[in-house]
């Protein structure tokens, strides 16, 4: 089941410039790079745009505590049945058809209660966001039917990125729910549910950029990708596949590209970035693309 268009702006506007962190592989956090003009024309405001391109193809799921074989059944027994009955579908469509997102509420960690502990990085729209002291997302909403179903109290735990499936795997959270795609590299903290999303990495350029506008498919994306230079700098969030795209990665299957990879907090913070004319590009996950593009354009 895909859900590839995203119609409302989710309140991602103001994360602009404060998002929640999300750690790199080394630790730094950038916010430079060569750039090109992403003006739309001299005295109007930049705006972006996607390019409507699948660059990859993958699946989320939830990763769960390996020392916990029976939560990992109730997660695949839930995931199979808010899929067949249509309740996945529900939530989906709240936020890609224009529907009404419901809060979700975090209770206090407290270890004398009986509690689902969930590992998040909140900076994730429309998977997982924060409006003042609710939570919001897909995965958020599908936390919270989950520990109802349990019968436990939600706990919520906001970090960064990187830190999701390490807390995982020490016993700190339960679960990560935070739009995490399978791959073998994260299987080391946490065994995987079944999937619930197919996804993919999409690319955001300026709108004054025409580079890629007869591109048919992932491969002419690619290969213009393929042209870049060490003194071009790609923009990602930092931790997520974006950034395995950019720089290469083995488990990941992916050769890298020959441009600089610059890290941010958000895609949000990129995307602006690459709009002040700091970074080339911004390679994203598809959902988040279309949400971030829109909401920066109505800021403009």
Not at 37 to 65: Q, R, S
Not at 199 to 210: E, K
């Amino acid at each position: 089941m895909k859900f590839r268009k995203f119609t409302c702006i989710l309140l991602i506007a103001a994360c602009v410039f404060s998002m929640a962190a999300c750690g790199s592989k080394d630790g730094a956090d950038s916010d430079s790079g060569s750039g090109s003009d992403g003006g739309d024309g001299a005295g109007e405001a930049a705006t972006a745009k996607v390019v409507d391109i699948d660059l990859t193809d993958e699946e989320y799921a939830f990763g769960v505590d390996k020392t916990q074989p029976e939560l990992l059944e109730q997660v695949n027994a839930f995931v199979g049945k808010i899929k067949e009955d249509g309740t996945l579908e529900e939530i989906c469509e709240k936020y890609f058809g224009g529907g009404e997102p419901e809060a979700v509420e975090s209770a206090k960690l407290d270890d004398s209660k009986d509690q689902l502990v969930v590992a998040t990085n909140a900076a994730f729209e429309p998977f997982e966001y924060t409006k003042g002291e609710s939570y919001y997302g897909i995965d958020m909403e599908i936390a919270a039917m989950l520990a109802e179903e349990l019968d436990k109290e939600l706990v919520i735990q906001n970090m960064d990125f990187e830190a999701v499936c390490l807390s995982v795997s020490q016993q700190k959270c339960d679960i990560a729910m935070a739009g995490l795609t399978i791959n073998e590299e994260r299987e080391e903290y946490v065994v995987f549910s079944d999937s619930y999303y197919e996804a993919s990495q999409r690319l955001i350029v300026p709108n004054s950029d025409t580079a890629f506008d007869d591109c048919a498919d992932a491969d002419a994306v690619a290969e213009l990708l393929g042209g870049l230079s060490d003194s071009d700098s790609i923009g990602v969030q930092a931790g997520t596949t974006g950034q395995y795209y950019v720089e290469g990665d083995a488990d990941w299957g992916f050769d890298g590209l020959p441009a600089k990879c610059v890290t941010y907090k958000s895609g949000s913070l990129a995307v602006q970035d690459m709009l002040n004319g700091n970074i080339k590009y911004v390679i994203i996950d598809a959902a988040p693309a279309d949400a971030i593009t829109e909401a920066i354009n109505e800021m403009q």
